[in-house]
């Protein structure tokens, strides 16, 4: 027996006051409104006092207070047209009011969750905006999913939910085939946020491509090259890949190799490359560039260069030493050579001369 209906249908509040409509519904109905919007309103004025003293402003704020009111105050106003009578109807075994209420919830969920990853990429500062990029698609991902299952037990689905897996075990054997590249792309985005080889802005050397991090995604990583096109590598490919970042710690090296004719002065050319280097503001003093003869050459005595310089200045750095050591060893007179090659016959070569 239901208790709980007899007593909204026993003596003045069982009476009809318009066709099945009784005095207990209504009052039913009234309650459960006002009780709602009541709750509501609390849970708003607790938010936001919360949100003046709270670190985690991110998610507890003034937006989050008005979703969940206008959720609260919107699921009231359901359930208080279902006491009426108005959504009693049964729509693939469930009631029209519980799948609106379900409904609602997911939608109010994907509206919170868009707000708190527009908040976390907002209140970030530039230099974390990358990883906060990231951080707001894994919450975002992780409150749909949560929203979705909870909406499924609000509707009344979640005793078919074992039925309906069980249903698509044989077509998720199937398709999974088919469909673990795409969770092995997944899975290789979150391990790549843990490992953190790379983030947005990075210059980068991967999978056969070179250029700027664009984006990073949950399946997939764009990459724009040098020349101006967008590569998207999918996370299980990069993850796999050996990942060359080029400015993923503030100091790179320049090693550049400065061949000079036989017949020069070895020291005298490393003094006025040395000089040249101390000359240039973007070379660090610290650790010191390194100038030696690294090797006797076919055509010429080749003298390695190693000069450190910050990563962002790497690539200017290295055209302006090239630039200035070729300037500064053509004013010392010392000579770059081309390649010079001596040719032995097995016997004498006759030459005629012949005179005008």
């Known amino acids: 027996m239901n208790t709980t209906a007899s007593f909204w249908e026993e003596g003045l509040l069982g009476e009809n006051l318009f066709l099945t409509l009784t005095l207990g519904a209504v009052v039913k109905a009234l309650l459960v ?9 609390l849970l708003r004025r607790y938010i936001l006092n919360l949100s003046r003293s709270t670190r985690y402003v991110w998610i507890i704020n003034e ?9 609260i105050a919107i699921i009231a106003v359901v359930y208080s047209l279902d006491a009426l009578g108005v959504l009693s109807y049964k729509i693939a075994g469930t009631s029209l009011s519980n799948l609106l209420t379900a409904f609602l919830v997911f939608y109010f969920s994907y509206i919170l969750a868009k707000k708190t990853k527009d908040y976390l990429v907002r209140s970030s500062s530039q230099k974390k905006l990358p990883e906060a990029q990231i951080k707001a698609k894994i919450f975002y991902y992780l409150v749909i999913t949560l929203a979705f299952f909870i909406a499924l037990n609000i509707a009344g689905f979640s005793g078919k939910l074992s039925t309906l897996l069980a249903a698509a075990g044989i077509t998720g054997i199937v398709l999974g085939f088919s469909a673990q590249t ?18 947005i802005g990075d210059p980068v050397e991967v999978a056969g491509y070179s250029g700027i991090v664009h984006d990073i995604r949950i399946l997939s990583t764009r990459i724009r090259t040098w020349d101006g096109l967008l590569v998207r590598i999918p996370n299980e490919k990069l993850f796999n890949s050996e990942i060359k970042n080029l400015q993923k710690y503030p100091a790179r090296r320049v090693d550049i190799i400065v061949g000079i004719a036989y017949k020069e002065d070895a020291q005298k050319a490393i003094d006025v490359i040395k000089k040249t280097l101390d000359e240039m503001p973007y070379v660090l003093a610290e650790p010191e560039p390194m100038v030696f003869v690294d090797k006797l050459g076919a055509s010429s005595v080749d003298i390695a260069v190693r000069a450190w310089a910050p990563s962002e200045k790497w690539f200017e750095v290295r055209w302006r030493i090239v630039q200035r050591v070729k300037k500064a060893l053509d004013e010392a007179g010392i000579e770059i050579p081309f390649p010079q090659r001596v040719n032995w016959f097995a016997e004498e070569l006759k030459v005629k001369v012949e005179k005008d």
Do not use: W
Not at 33 to 41: F, R
């Open 63 to 71: 937006d989050t207070a008005s979703t969940l009111y206008n959720l």
């Open 182 to 199: 795409v969770v092995s792309n997944f899975i290789s985005g979150i391990f790549m946020y843990f490992d953190k080889p790379l983030k």
């Open 33 to 41: 409104l006002v009780i709602g919007l009541l709750i509501a309103k």
